[in-house]
């Protein structure tokens, strides 16, 4: 089981660049496929990102196409979120999570009930 922790939050104006990163310890990182999971006061959490453990096939959601991008280092043990042209709309405390379970389709890695391991969040505040 891999435990996950985020750094990099913090303040950006609209428009600015961010790079949230998560290093899980444990064992077999590269055995684990990464989420990133936003919420957003008021709302409920929604995937933004995810990447399988091969690091080959990437989800993102419509709202984060384009824009931010995900990728992995298996030697350094961490997964990252690199944000782009932010908006304010993408402040939110960001999660990321991490699972073993193995699926055909990706759609599967956007849900909340494929990962187990869930880090404590990191704040982002986009201002305008």
């Known amino acids: 089981q891999v435990q996950p922790v985020e750094s990099g939050g913090g303040w950006v104006q609209a428009g600015g660049s961010l790079r949230l990163s998560c290093a899980a310890s444990g064992s077999n990182f590269g055995g684990y496929s990464g989420g990133w999971f936003r919420q957003a006061p008021g709302k409920d959490r929604e995937c933004g990102a995810a990447i399988r453990f091969s690091g080959t096939s990437t989800v993102y959601s419509d709202s984060l196409k384009g824009r931010f991008t995900i990728s992995r280092d298996n030697a350094k043990k961490t997964v990252y979120l690199q944000m782009n042209n932010r908006k304010p709309e993408d402040t939110a405390v960001y999660y990321c999570?991490?699972?073993?379970?193995?699926?055909?389709?990706?759609?599967?890695?956007?849900?909340?009930?494929?990962?187990?391991?869930w880090g404590q969040g990191t704040q982002v505040t986009v201002s305008s």
């Open positions: 999570s991490a699972s073993d379970q193995s699926y055909s389709s990706n759609d599967y890695y956007a849900l909340d009930e494929t990962y187990a391991s």
